[in-house]
């Protein structure tokens, strides 16, 4: 077969290729956009990288029209990681550093069920692969992670985290777990969107009655400002250099990058750390930090540069617009690589123990909200109940559209605390240090020691949710 790039020499024959496929993988990502927006994906709560990563698919050798090649397809598997890590690096540089005052009771109670979800789909998953799927099936152990990686962490976890898979003996868990991410993202809107229906008719809704999905989709993307562009200065005063708005804008974006890439130094420079402590001490210890990937460590190098930012009083260099698209188009990037890199084959063998654990985590996640959401969380209760469970089984998106349809006129106080909430949670669940390190608990301890914790510990949170709850 001819490549394109046939005739240049071997020394540039690697630049040649990662610049293919970055330019396939971009030119993928508008085209979902464009084909998104006409369908209308948005409002739905569908990431439109999802149907760039299907086009993708079509376009990869084993596809119907196969025009990408095996070289470009290993360089879009290898980019889950790096752009993921750049996701955490701008997480917490788009926004001011919350402040807990008066927030204790709401906010220990939303972290409480968060807890409560998180690590009651770590024990649902143990139980279903412990009774069900290892012996009637014979599956590997590292499956009883599954649930959380790709419910509470999504597309970009669960791609994340298939090099771990791999090294564990889980051969194909990177394309379960995208598999399962998107079960659970139309699981979230649809089943969601009837939980509403029921919370209007059993009166559970504090503010009236709940309006239809069509309506609050309709609502969440008019109430989405579109991407701004950078403000003009006022007049300068004369005998002053005038800088094009362009040029500004070019400078405010390479500002904003390189705070990023600051992020993830800090973040490698902290992992690096850790692997000089570990290479000294050993043990379990060394296992951990010898496949902790950086992204959750670039996460708390953007914490640390936000907040030398504020300290300094130089917060005016963060731009909002800009650090949020930064995060926007490496989770596009991301999404449409990884979805068209999936092994379609391997999804049609293991369909059982996928539907299996899917739906296990669905029900465990149903029962949280509906059992213990009015038992644990304070007024407006459903209201915070359906926004994380819509954060718990899709994306945040999904929690706010359902929000949107249970409160539409925005009168509770159920997204300050769910905000600050995933601001204290999101290092160590949701593909953070505890997500990393689960399956690798799992291989070390044994499948029965990790759920026997995880059931202590949901036994722990529900406690402490009841207690406050009474209180």
Not at 26 to 31: A, E, G
Not at 222 to 238: G, K
Not at 254 to 270: E, P, T
Not at 349 to 370: H, I, S
Request: with cysteine.
């Amino acid at each position: 077969m001819i490549t394109p790039f046939a005739s240049i020499p071997a020394w540039a024959a690697p630049a040649a290729t990662l610049l293919l496929a970055l330019t396939a993988l971009t030119l993928l990502v508008l085209v979902g956009r464009v084909l998104g927006g006409i369908l209308g994906l948005k409002q739905w709560g569908i990431p439109e990288a999802l149907l760039a990563g299907s086009l993708g698919l079509l376009l990869a050798p084993a596809g119907l029209l196969p025009l990408l090649g095996e070289p470009v397809m290993a360089i879009w598997d290898q980019l889950p990681l790096p752009l993921l890590t750049l996701v955490f690096a701008s997480l917490l540089l788009s926004k001011p550093l919350p402040k807990l005052g008066g927030l204790w009771r709401p906010l220990s109670a939303q972290v409480l069920l968060a807890l409560t979800l998180a690590f009651g789909q770590f024990l649902v998953g143990g139980l279903v692969v412990l009774l069900v799927l290892q012996p009637w099936l014979g599956m590997s152990p590292v499956l009883a992670v599954l649930i959380e990686v790709a419910y509470e962490g999504g597309h970009g976890s669960a791609a994340a985290m298939g090099p771990t898979y791999e090294r564990l003996g889980l051969e194909g868990g990177q394309a379960l777990g995208l598999a399962m991410a998107t079960v659970g993202l139309l699981a979230s809107t649809v089943v969601g969107g009837l939980v509403v229906v029921l919370a209007r008719g059993r009166g559970w809704l504090s503010y009236g009655g709940a309006i239809p999905l069509q309506e609050a989709m309709e609502t969440v993307v008019a109430a989405t400002p579109p991407l701004e562009a950078i403000p003009s200065d006022p007049p300068l005063e004369e005998g002053t250099l005038e800088i094009p708005t362009r040029w500004r804008q070019v400078a405010d974006w390479a500002v904003n990058l390189a705070l990023a890439g600051v992020a993830v130094l800090i973040g490698c420079g902290l992992l690096d750390a850790l692997r000089w402590v570990a290479d000294r001490s050993g043990g379990g210890f060394a296992l951990v930090i010898d496949t902790l990937p950086v992204f959750p460590l670039a996460l708390v190098g953007s914490l640390l540069v936000r907040l030398a930012l504020e300290k300094s009083g130089q917060a005016r260099w963060v731009s909002t617009p800009i650090q949020g698209q930064v995060g926007t188009i490496s989770a596009d990037l991301l999404i449409t690589a990884a979805t068209a890199c999936l092994d379609l084959g391997l999804l049609a063998a293991d369909w059982l123990p996928l539907t299996v654990l899917a739906v296990a985590g669905l029900l465990w996640n149903l029962a949280v909200v509906l059992l213990l959401g009015p038992r644990i969380l304070p007024p407006d209760w459903f209201e915070r109940a359906i926004l994380e469970f819509g954060q718990a089984t899709g994306v945040a998106a999904s929690g706010l559209l359902l929000l949107r349809m249970a409160d539409p006129d925005d009168r509770s106080e159920a997204t300050t605390a769910f905000s600050i909430k995933q601001l204290l949670l999101q290092p160590l669940l949701a593909g953070g240090v505890i997500t990393v390190v689960a399956p690798l608990v799992v291989d070390g301890w044994g499948l029965p020691a990790w759920t026997g914790l995880c059931l202590a510990l949901v036994l722990l949170w529900i406690g402490l949710g009841l207690w406050l709850g009474r209180r």
